[in-house]
């Protein structure tokens, strides 16, 4: 069993709706979580970054955590073709490495 | 203000080979951390180096060896390489740790 799951997708949704994308993981040490979104042929590019249980919100971007099930959630309104993308999650032990899921492939359609 | 930036862009090798990676930390940052993504899958730790030593490590074999300098650029080397070794190799750097920035990374075919 992998140490941080995600759906591979892909998830098709039409421009305007809502993107929900989930993340589990095992490792109770984790303690930063952290969501990049990573265009084709680019590097992965920090979105959210929440430390504990609880939510985070920025612009149109919603990041959730819920460490007593050891479950992420990033919430995307007004989705944009633009958003299109693959979103990967990445939860992070205290001073120590970043673990990512597998990602999560992204379509919004205009 | 220039990001991470890494080199070359794309390589192309042949089995049994060795490759040296190269990585320019954006301004400010003193930790550079390599991964390594297959495609399709998500990026998978190497290792990191902070005050250039080797201060964590993934699990990667010994074939993979890296190098940070005192201006906190670093190389990552893969020796003997196998047709497995090809990927998207990505340097991230940060602060002490947090808050990386990853380069677009290099890509290696191994033939």
């Known amino acids: 069993q992998k140490e941080v799951e995600q759906d591979p997708g892909p998830l098709s949704v039409p421009e305007g709706a809502i993107v929900s994308l989930n993340c589990t993981y095992s490792?109770?040490?984790?303690?930063?979580f952290m969501w990049y979104r990573q265009y084709s042929r680019k590097g992965p590019e920090l979105l959210m970054y929440?430390?504990?249980?609880g939510n985070k919100e920025d612009g149109r971007f919603t990041a959730q955590v819920d460490k007593s099930s050891k479950y992420i959630s990033l919430f995307i309104r007004d989705s944009q073709p633009s958003d299109s993308a693959t979103y990967l999650c990445?939860?992070?032990?205290?001073?120590?490495?970043?673990?990512f899921g597998g990602g999560t492939r992204v379509l919004v359609k205009p | 203000d220039a990001g991470v930036t890494q080199s070359p862009t794309h390589l192309i090798k042949t089995r049994g080979q060795q490759v040296t990676l190269r990585c320019s930390p954006k301004?400010?940052?003193?930790?550079v951390s390599w991964y390594q993504q297959a495609l399709g899958q998500g990026p998978q730790f190497i290792f990191q180096?902070?005050?250039?030593?080797?201060?964590q490590r993934g699990n990667f074999p010994d074939r993979f060896s890296g190098h940070q300098f005192p201006n906190y650029s670093s190389e990552l080397n893969v020796n003997a390489l196998l047709l497995g070794d090809s990927a998207l190799y990505l340097c991230?750097?940060?602060?002490?740790?947090?808050?990386?920035?990853f380069g677009s990374g290099t890509r290696l075919t191994v033939v």
């Open positions: 991230a750097s940060s602060v002490g740790g947090r808050g990386y920035t």
């Open positions: 490792n109770s040490a984790f303690q930063y």
């Open positions: 929440t430390y504990s249980s």
């Open positions: 990445a939860p992070e032990a205290a001073g120590n490495k970043l673990t």
């Open positions: 301004s400010g940052h003193d930790t």
């Open positions: 180096y902070y005050e250039e030593e080797e201060r």
